[in-house]
T-cell receptor, first 113, second 115 residues
Framework: AQSVTQLDSQVPVFEEAPVELRCNYSSSVSVYLFWYVQYPNQGLQLLLKYLSGSTLVKGINGFEAEFNKSQTSFHLRKPSVHISDTAEYFC???????????FGPGTSLSVIP | ETGVTQTPRHLVMGMTNKKSLKCEQHLGHNAMYWYKQSAKKPLELMFVYNFKEQTENNSVPSRFSPECPNSSHLFLHLHTLQPEDSALYLCASSPNTGGAENTIYFGEGSWLTVV
């Protein structure tokens, strides 16, 4: 079965510093990958998604993620974080067939002033 | 405005009460979901509906009873809940249940406290 791993449950980072949130998935077939963000007291919203083509995907709010098939990873990056980026970030994956989307356990990003 | 609206946003209920959570999506999607989000635990998929038919029930206790009268509305009926059921319940919808077009759109959630 498909699974999604986010090794870091909490990531503290100073404001204006770069950040990388790690995501690994288990799949031997083609896969669609997503990053969702959940701001405090809100539902989840899509940051970006990888369907095919370029392995570097750009999303909203200056975030980007790189699909690495050999390492089965889809890490999320931002070169300079802001206080407003403090949120929970979820990586998710779906197979090409009509299969459900599987979410990772989430990474809590705390931006320190 | 996310396109998925949940009511109520906050609910406090006793263990013997019966209440319902409501979800409505205005996106023309065919699939709807209920997720449970508890503190310090991964997002738990509870139920999946596709074209009004339940396609997945992840071993959810019978005190949670979903209802999907049409593709735009989804309810979660609550009865004799336990304090450990206190959590954020998220409704979501997507064009279909998988594949490339499957961006999931979430509501803002209903905070449930069982006392």
């Amino acid at each position: 079965a498909q699974s999604v791993t986010q090794l870091d449950s909490q990531v503290p980072v100073f404001e204006e510093a770069p950040v990388e949130l790690r995501c690994n998935y288990s799949s031997s077939v083609s896969v669609y990958l997503f990053w969702y963000v959940q701001y405090p007291n809100q539902g989840l919203q899509l940051l970006l998604k990888y369907l095919s083509g370029s392995t570097l995907v750009k999303g909203i709010n200056g975030f980007e993620a790189e699909f690495n098939k050999s390492q089965t990873s889809f890490h999320l990056r931002k070169p300079s974080v802001h206080i407003s980026d403090t949120a929970e970030y979820f990586c998710a994956a779906s197979k090409t067939s009509y299969d459900k989307v599987i979410f990772g356990p989430g990474t809590s990003l705390s931006v320190i002033p | 405005e996310t396109g998925v609206t949940q009511t109520p946003r906050h609910l406090v209920m006793g263990m013997t009460n019966k209440k319902s959570l409501k979800c409505e999506q205005h996106l023309g999607h065919n699939a709807m979901y209920w997720y449970k989000q508890s503190a310090k635990k991964p997002l738990e998929l509870m139920f999946v509906y596709n074209f009004k038919e339940q396609t997945e029930n992840n071993s959810v206790p019978s005190r949670f009873s979903p209802e999907c009268p049409n593709s735009s509305h989804l309810f979660l009926h609550l009865h004799t809940l336990q304090p450990e059921d206190s959590a954020l319940y998220l409704c979501a919808s997507s064009p279909n249940t998988g594949g490339a077009e499957n961006t999931i759109y979430f509501g803002e959630g209903s905070w449930l406290t069982v006392v």
